[in-house]
């Protein structure tokens, strides 16, 4: 058995996430790290009794801590967890990162605190949003957006694309797509801002020198990069994590990579919610998946994978 790791991105967040967590001493561990360096107090904000995780500042470093926390705590009771290679969404890279030791986890949260700072400026500065197209049909997406501020954010799934623009702008894209009859049903979803277009460019470029000040090692499992669709290196990094902030992501053509040349026929899915299993099952069928977002779910994992102490 071979097994793809899928970090959960932004948007799978909810409040009260992690906190059950908060009994076993690694994943506290992690928590108090995070809080450390990045100067917020995560258990707080995993709470969000006051609307925390409304925030993409908060959101990032809040999510990772929960992602990585629990793969931390799968190392040391699975070590010999044959990971063959990791794929967060959006955000999720970051913890895939985190986990392959790409970077060290102070630089890691120091820098995720940055990059959520840096985007909760683009958010606040124009209201803008995404929505999700199932079962859409690109040709008409696309001649439907081709004048308009609206753009493709994420290709999650043969099934599946995002659109991301200015809020007014996506309404209209979005009244016209259902017109057109260009997908089976489209969600607005819940975020901050369009993520992945060129909103976030003033973003993208105060990343570009905090990036320069940070450094990265070569992963010690295959990460594979959302924007190129190849595993990362402690050479690219830099450039790619620049541009992810304002190009699209390409989460299935990720798992097919993970499918054709790592040969995984498992996934395992960290943190919150089971979008990215939904999305591995679109991409093959014949995919084993399990995920884990609460100590129920990992108590379940550890206990059913013995093998693998």
Do not use: C
Request: aromatic share 6%; charged share 20%; hydrophobic share 45%.
């Amino acid at each position: 058995m071979k097994i793809g790791i899928l970090f959960s991105g932004q948007g799978a967040q909810k409040p009260g996430m992690g906190l059950d967590l908060l009994v076993d001493p690694l994943f506290a561990q992690t928590v108090a790290e995070a809080s450390a360096a990045t100067g917020l107090d995560i258990t707080t904000i995993l709470r969000s009794e006051h609307g925390e995780l409304d925030q993409t500042a908060n959101v990032q470093p809040a999510l990772v801590t929960v992602s990585y926390g629990l793969y931390r705590m799968l190392r040391r009771d699975l070590p010999k967890l044959p990971v063959a290679g990791t794929i967060g969404l959006s955000l999720g890279e970051y913890a895939a990162l985190l986990a392959a030791k790409a970077v060290s986890a102070a630089d890691g949260f120091k820098l995720l605190a940055d990059r959520g700072r840096y985007m909760q400026t683009d958010a606040d500065a124009q209201a803008s949003g995404l929505a999700a197209l199932v079962d859409p049909q690109e040709r008409v997406v696309d001649q439907v957006l081709a004048t308009s501020a609206v753009q493709v954010a994420n290709y999650n799934s043969p099934h599946q694309l995002v659109i991301g623009g200015p809020v007014a702008e996506l309404k209209t894209a979005v009244s016209q797509l259902k017109t057109a009859k260009a997908a089976k049903k489209i969600v607005i979803l819940r975020v901050s801002g369009a993520f992945h277009t060129p909103l976030f460019n003033n973003a993208r470029q105060k990343m570009h020198d905090r990036l320069a000040t940070v450094t990265f090692a070569t992963p010690q499992v295959p990460v594979i990069s959302n924007t190129t669709v190849y595993p990362f290196t402690a050479d690219n990094l830099s450039e790619i994590l620049e541009r992810q902030l304002a190009v699209p992501t390409h989460f299935g053509e990720d798992l097919q990579y993970l499918i054709d040349h790592e040969k995984i026929d498992q996934t395992l899915e960290i943190g919150p919610g089971k979008a990215l299993s939904h999305f591995a099952r679109q991409v093959d069928r014949n995919l084993q998946r399990a995920n884990i977002a609460t100590m129920t779910d990992y108590e379940n994992y550890v206990k059913e994978h013995q093998e693998w102490i």
